[in-house]
């Protein structure tokens, strides 16, 4: 899995930093996530290595115009681009059907293809063969979601040489071991899969904060996450401003990491008063204040991805 962002800004766009829009793409599948689609998200696509047909899920993590007033256009786009009516299942926080249809009614445009609205709560969202997605209520001046992408764990590899050793013939009863059921040989022997198959590889899981002061909630839904993306709007010598506006700190994005156990931290959605290299205070100095809590933490750029790993069983990246 590799997380690529599209916008890193908040409030709006800079000549630096988009605002919010974060892509996770599943490169197996063929197949990309959006988390956030602020205003001029698809022009950021455009520069992406994310294809506007291949989009298949939309997450919106609260109704702020930074982090919403990108998702019509792409809709619509999404018409232009696709040459199947691939369906496409939008999710987010109440109100987000009723601003959909205000703007259609307003502005109608002609989708191409299915779309489903889902209207979020707590709990799980979406769950398939693979992934498991949920949710939590995530601290901020309107209802906003944290989202959590969470792998199955998967079955371990097949020993086929172990298999051929204790005298199973190839054909359906390597299948039913390989799903670790029992099989009866023609001497007799019951043979039990779970002793042919290596050990399962655990799934990733990267965890989504969107605009949230320091909450419980956000906690303890990142708890073990290969990956956390955590905004860190403010500096903590201005927490007074991260509080008025529901927005965390670096050094308290920081806290959230430790504290969940999270093996990586990227911040998000910075303010543009540090991006002034003649003030008082950098992104560099950002980054310093969150690694002496997280040393394992790294500032998300325009367009820049991280590369999400399946470890082993054994802990290590495969």
Request: with cysteine; glycine share 10%; charged share 25%.
């Amino acid at each position: 899995m590799i997380v690529t962002f599209l916008g890193t800004g908040s409030g709006a766009p800079t000549t630096r930093r988009n605002v919010s829009g974060i892509g996770l793409r599943f490169l197996q599948a063929g197949k990309w996530w959006l988390f956030d689609c602020g205003e001029g998200t698809q022009h950021q696509l455009l520069r992406a290595p994310m294809k506007i047909s291949q989009l298949d899920k939309i997450f919106i993590t609260h109704l702020h115009g930074d982090h919403l007033y990108g998702l019509i256009g792409l809709l619509a786009s999404r018409s232009l681009r696709n040459t199947e009516p691939t369906p496409l299942e939008l999710y987010g926080p109440p109100g987000l059907d009723r601003y959909f249809r205000g703007i259609m009614e307003a502005s109608p445009v002609h989708l191409q293809y299915p779309l489903e609205i889902k209207i979020v709560s707590e709990g799980v969202i979406y769950e398939d063969e693979e992934i498991v997605v949920s949710c939590r209520m995530a601290k901020h001046r309107v209802p906003s979601f944290a989202y959590a992408v969470m792998e199955k764990e998967k079955t371990g590899a097949f020993q086929v040489e172990r298999a051929k050793q204790a005298g199973v013939p190839s054909g359906p009863l390597f299948g039913a071991l390989k799903r670790g059921e029992q099989v009866t040989l023609e001497d007799g022997r019951v043979l039990d899969g779970k002793d042919f198959v290596g050990e399962p590889q655990p799934g990733r899981k990267i965890v989504f904060s969107g605009d949230t002061e320091p909450s419980q909630a956000v906690l303890e839904l990142a708890k073990g996450a290969d990956l956390l993306v955590h905004e860190a709007t403010y500096a903590h010598h201005d927490k007074e401003l991260a509080t008025r506006s529901g927005h965390s700190t670096a050094r308290e994005a920081a806290q959230i990491a430790k504290e969940a156990g999270v093996k990586e931290l990227c911040l998000t959605h910075f303010s543009p008063r540090y991006e002034d290299e003649d003030g008082d205070f950098s992104m560099e100095d950002l980054l310093a204040e969150a690694q002496q809590i997280f040393p394992a933490t790294q500032l998300a750029d325009d367009l820049g991805s991280i590369s999400v790993k399946r470890e082993r069983s054994d802990g290590r990246k495969p």
